[in-house]
């Protein structure tokens, strides 16, 4: 799909032409970029945003020394139409990629080579690209692959479904399928997040002397909840009662093929897997110190989505998505509402917490902004760099939009403070239609849409105008 084809009518546009950089205070050198994105991780998963039943330390002195976004929102409720999002800097109703859609043997519907996204801007102007972790917008090979997408490098799991398996039999090192003799047959030694924190670590390390934009889209923590003994062991017996998950084992029908992995220990395994990512941060963090290029880099902390259910997931025992209402696949705020940190040392103002509402869409044009990059004319997002900076004026959004091609079809709109939230778009007759206030409701369980049809019709003409159908993701025939 050729970008240039969108009609201009329906886009919520933005202008950028890179030459931002007269109003902002940046240093000579261009800042390296790294962007970290946990996979399924709740607004309530750290202890900086309320996590009470354990703690991320690492993430929290990341908050303490950067600032905290309180009102940030995925691009999605789930994996690959977020991604594309933040790769694009469209949202739902204009992104390429609006749902996971498999290509099998192993990879989904392939962003196409029209579309320009995020690495390619960056590279334009100077920057190594590297991405580790989980893709989920190309199948190997494809034009959707990463490598043909911009990235220099690539290290990881390039099928959504395989990333569900944390002892997976192969990985993917550029156009290299890369083998784990330990996770052959019944084996489970070697254990993917680690080998691919290791190939993130040697890439800034590579890269140190020139700009570079490193993507680590971890995978932790979506489901499955399996983690190495080393890790489990410090949880073990605190988060009673435990949950049992009866998922796959060695040797049963989808192992290693997206099954769930069997564990006893669910609560454990989710709170070490944290702990986990937590320490992977603090690697990076203290990494990009130890080589004397902190000051020079920009970090951003965020997730895909809001908390899963699935694999043994027990995300209310957790309080996983705080006080919001909804689950991943939810368009409530529960669904779609993201922690979101940013880390700059010398140029964001330490402990500062933002209110500023923003989107994944807007990361493409504020990481343009900041690479003095050009970017595409049409454009959902808008550069949050003048909230960070403190400089300059902020621009803010008019609306914000979700679309969801599952269960039945789902939309939401916000428009300042009221979101209308729409489920069952597909039937009719069995359509609900939502209107709250998140001023005073943010948990979303006043329905205020019958004492304000007039706004409500308001709020669906302005969601109709902010959709276009695509080949693949015509809305209610997917």
């Keep these: 799909m050729n970008l240039k084809l969108i009609p201009l009518i329906t886009l919520a546009v933005t202008m950028f ?14 800042p390296n970029i790294i962007y970290i994105l946990a996979d399924d991780l709740g607004y309530g ?35 690959a139409p977020s991604r594309s999002c933040l790769m694009t800097g469209l949202h739902t109703g204009h992104t390429p990629i609006r749902g996971n859609k498999e290509v099998k ?3 989904q519907v392939p962003i196409s080579k029209e579309t320009v996204i995020l690495p390619e801007i960056l590279k334009e102007s100077g920057y190594v690209t590297g991405a580790f972790g989980k893709w989920g917008l190309g199948y190997p090979g494809s034009e959707g692959d990463p490598n043909y997408q911009g990235f220099d490098e690539f290290y990881g799991y390039n099928c959504q479904r395989l990333a569900h398996n944390y002892y ?11 083998i784990l003799e330990g996770n052959q047959g019944k084996d489970m030694t070697e254990y993917a997040p680690e080998l691919i924190h290791q190939e993130a670590i040697k890439f800034i390390v590579n890269n140190q002397d020139k700009p570079f934009f490193m993507y680590y889209p971890n995978v932790i923590p979506h ?13 073990r017996g ?11 084992r060695s040797g049963d029908k989808g192992f290693r093929e997206g099954e769930y992995g069997y564990q006893e220990e669910t609560h454990a395994a989710f709170a070490a897997m944290i702990k986990l990512l937590d320490d992977q941060v603090g690697d990076i963090l203290n990494k990009l110190k130890e080589l004397g290029i902190d000051k020079n880099t920009i970090v951003v902390f965020s997730s895909d989505n809001g908390p899963h ?17 909804g689950y991943k696949r939810d368009l409530y705020e529960g669904g779609i509402l993201e922690p979101m940190i940013v880390w700059y040392p010398g140029k964001i103002k330490s402990g500062s917490k933002t209110n500023h509402v923003s989107a994944f869409w807007d990361v493409l044009p504020t990481f343009a902004e900041i690479a003095n990059s050009n970017c595409p004319k049409e454009m959902d997002g808008i550069s949050f760099l003048p909230t960070l900076l403190g400089e300059g004026e902020q621009k803010q959004h008019e609306s914000l939009y979700w679309e969801f091609h599952e269960k039945g079809g789902r939309q939401a709109i916000r428009k ?17 239609t939502e209107l709250y206030d998140l001023s005073i409701d943010p948990s979303e369980t006043n329905n205020l849409a019958n004492d304000n049809p007039e706004f409500v019709k308001e709020l669906m003409k302005r969601m109709s105008a902010s959709r276009f159908e695509s080949d693949l993701f015509k809305f209610g025939n997917n």
């Design 309 to 325: 259910q699935e694999g043994g997931a027990d995300p209310d025992y957790f309080n996983s998505n705080g006080i919001y209402r």
């Design 416 to 432: 300042g403070n009221w979101k209308l939230v729409r489920y069952n778009v597909f039937m009719p007759s069995k359509t609900t």
């Design 17 to 30: 032409s890179g030459v931002a950089a007269k109003t902002i205070s940046l240093e000579k050198q261009k």
């Design 238 to 248: 605190k988060l009673q009662p435990e949950k049992i998950y009866e998922g796959a």
């Design 105 to 107: 043997p192993e990879g």
């Design 168 to 178: 997976p039999d192969h990985l993917w090192h550029n156009q290299e399928k890369v």
């Design 45 to 79: 998963d750290l202890s900086c945003y309320g996590q009470t039943k354990f703690s991320t330390p690492n993430i929290d002195k990341m908050a303490r020394e950067g600032m905290v976004f309180t009102q940030h929102y995925a691009g999605s409720t789930v994996c």
């Design 223 to 235: 489901a499955e909840l399996l983690i190495p003994e080393k890790n489990l062991k410090e949880y």
